[in-house]
C-alpha cells in the first residue's frame, strides 16, 4: 500500500503545480460506498463534498449498466444506435416542454462552452452579463465569464465583452429584505445596459439558480423571473447552469431553476449527471438549435456515446428508484433545522442557507458586521476530518461558508452526526 | 428492435441539426468486436473508421478493468490515489524524458484547449501559426484556429491573431521534390512574420505530425524540425496534436511527432487515448507546466478520476500485450504495398500515402492535374459499404481521399479484403 508521501512525491514529479488538493495533509482513499469515502488506512470519512457521485459513491447499478454496455458497443452519434435516444428522452422529459433538443457532451465545462457557442450563433452577439462570484468552468471562453477566475489569482481582470452583475445575496450582499430580489434583477439590466454602452451589446445572461461558487447563495424569490425578462428584452439569451444544483439535489424541485419558477433558453447539466463518468448536456429549444445550424458541422468524438447515455439511463434510474429527489427534501429540511437550532446556540453561525442537499453555513466573528470568520471556518474543517472523519470544503468569497454538498445517499443520521460534531467542535471552540 | 426509420424519427425530435450521420442512410449498430461494427439485421461490417477504438470495440480487457474500478471508486484529484500516478507514471514513460507533467481531461477538444491556454501562459502571447485544413476541437478558441472550420460551412474566417501556413502536401500542394520540406518550412516562417505584423505575434505553432482532415497528409522530412525550430526562434511555443494518431498507430513510431523526429514542447492527446472513454491529456515540460502556475487553479472535475486512469492503463496494457505497434507497422507494410499495387491498375489512384495504420487513397480524374475524383469517391464509399460490407470515411479539401484509420486490431486478411474489394469496385467502375 502506498502511503500518503509516496503518492505526493509521485504527483510532484508528473502533475502541474496549477492542479491543487483537498487539505494540508491530503487524504489516500482507496474505496467509496453511498456518502462514504474509505482511506487507505481504513477510516471510513462521512463525505459532504462529492456531489458529483450523485447516487453514491460506486453504486453498484450504474456500474453494471456501463459493465455491460462497455462490452457490447462503444460508438460515435454519426452511427444510430438506441441507447442515445433512450437516453436523451429521458432526460429531456425531465424539463419544460420547450427544452427538447439535446447536445451530449463530455463535461460541464465542454456543456457552458457549447452554450455560449449556441448563445452568440443565435444572438449574432459575444457580450455576455453574469453574476459577481460565478465559475462557469475552465476553457478560456469560461474564464473570461468567471469572475470567480478573473477576479480570482492569476486572474487578468474582467474582459470588455462581460459585464458583472451583483450576486443576488439576501445575507451578505446590498441589497436585504422584501425588495432585494427586483433590487437584485435591477442590479442585472444595469448590467445589461453596461453592455451595451461598452459597445457589447449582451447576446447572454448566464447563471447558476443557487450560486456555488459565491457562497452557496440562495437568490431572493422573484430575482430570476425578473432578471431574465430583463435580459429577454435586451435581447439576450437565458443560460440556466446546473451544472452543481441539477438532478434532484434541491429536493423541492428536480432542477435549480425550478426554485425561482422560471424556464431557461439554454440549460447545462454536468458534475452529478454521471456519477463521476465524464459526461454533460445542453438542452435548449428547436428554434435556438437551429440557430446554431449554421452549416458547421458539431462534432463531439466521445459526445452521447453508448456507454456514457447507458450511464446517464442509470443515474436517472437510480434517483427515481431510491426517491432521492424526496430524499433530498425530507434530508435537507432535517438539516435546516437542526443548522437553525445549532445558530440558536453557536454565535459564529451567522446564516445558514441553501435547498435539499445543497446547504451552507456562513460562519462569522460578528452578527452585526457578517466579518467572516474565515480562521475558524478553516479550523473547523480540519477538525471535521481529524477529529469526527467528515468531510467538508469551504466556499465563498471570505472563505468562511461551510459548503455541504454530499452524494445523496447522505441520510438522517449522517446529518445528525454532522450537526452533532459541529455542534461539539463550536462547543470547543468558544463559538 | 428499433428500425432506421423509427430511430431517425426519434433522432429529429431530440437531436440537433448541427450533428451529421455517416451515409444518406445511417447504419443502427448493436454491437462491435475488435475492427467490426454489427448492425441490427445482423451485417458484421469491416470498420475503417473508428480509430477511436484503438485497441478494438467491446475490448474485453478494457471493459474488465474499468468494472473493477466503477465498482471501487470513482472521485476527483483533489484526492490521492494510486490510479493517477500509476497512469501517468506509464504515459509519460512513453514521451520524450522533458514531457513529464501531465494534466489529465476528458477529451481531445478540452486537451488542445488546455494546451492552448497554457502556450499563452508562457508566452503571453496570443497568436497563433496553423496549418491550412486543420482541426483541433470544437472550443470557441479552437475553431479559431482550425482553418477546417473556420473557413468552411457556417465558418467566419480567420480570426486577426491567426495566421495560416501551407498544408505540407508533398503529392497535391505547393512544393514537391526534394526540398519541399524546407520549402515548406519557410511558409511556416513567413506565417510567423505575417503574426508580427498584424500585431500578434505567434505564442503557438500546433500541428499533428501526419495531418487528417487536411486529407492524411504526411508532411515531407525535415518538415517539422525546421518549422519547430523557425517557431521557436520567433518565440513560440510548438504544439504536437496527437489526437488522431497517436498510440502506436504510425507502426514504425508510438507518436507522430517521432516520425519528423521532433520533440515538442507540449504534446495533446484524444480519441484512442481509452478507447472511447471519453479521456484526454496535455504533456509538457516542467518549465511551461511552472509558467501555468500563475496562482489560478486548473480544476477538472471528471479529469484524471480513477476510472479514466485506470480505462487508460489498460489501453496500454492492450498495445503492450497484443503488439499492437508492431502489427500496425506489418499490416500498414501490407496495405502500402496492396495499395502501390492498385494504383498500377487503376488511373483513378493518384496518390497512397500515409503510415502503419492511418493511410489516404487519393482519387483523381487525372493524374496530371491530380483534380479530385470526388464522385467516384462518394460512390466507393457507398459501394463499399452496400457491397462490400466495409465502412471507409471520405476527407481532405477535394473529399476525394478515402482515409483509413480503423481500430488496431485491423488484420492483414482485413486489409486483403479491404484491397480485393476496391479493385473490384474500382474495375466495375472502369477506373
Redesign the interface.
Known sequence: M?T?DD??A??A??????????YDR???????DGAY?IAADGTRYLDCI?N??HVG??N?H??EA??RQ?????????????E??DY??RL?DRLPAAL????LV?????AN??A??IARARTHRRGTVVLDGAYHG????L?DISPY?FN????EGCPPHVQVAATPDPYDGRFRGESSGSDYAQDVTKALERSTQAGHPAGTFITESLLGCAGQVDPPDGYLAAAYAAARAAGAVCIADEVQIGFGRMGDTFWGFETQGVVPDIVTL??PIG?????GAVVTTPEI??S???????????GG?P??CVIGSAVLDVIDSEGLQEHARRVGEHLEHGFADLAKRHQAIGDTRGRGLFRGVALVTDRQTHAPATSLARTLVQQLREEEQILLSLEGPGDNVLKLKPPMPFSEGDADRLLDALDRLLTDQGE
Do not use: D
Open positions: 502506498s500518503v503518492l505526493l509521485r504527483r514529479r508528473h502533475l502541474p503545480q496549477a492542479m491543487s488538493l483537498h491530503p487524504l489516500h482513499i482507496v474505496r467509496g469515502l462529492n458529483v457521485s459513491h460506486a453498484a450504474v456500474a456501463a459493465c462497455m462490452r457490447m458497443l462503444n460508438t460515435n452519434a454519426r452511427f444510430l444506435y438506441a442515445l435516444f436523451v428522452e429531456t427538447s433538443v439535446c447536445f463530455n463535461s460541464g465545462s465542454e462552452e457549447l455560449l457557442r475552465n476553457t478560456t471562453s474564464i477566475k480570482g489569482r492569476g486572474g454536468g458534475k456519477n463521476g463518468h465524464p459526461l438549435a437551429e446554431f445550424a449554421t452549416g458547421m458541422e458539431y462534432f463531439n468524438t466521445f456515446n456507454v456514457s
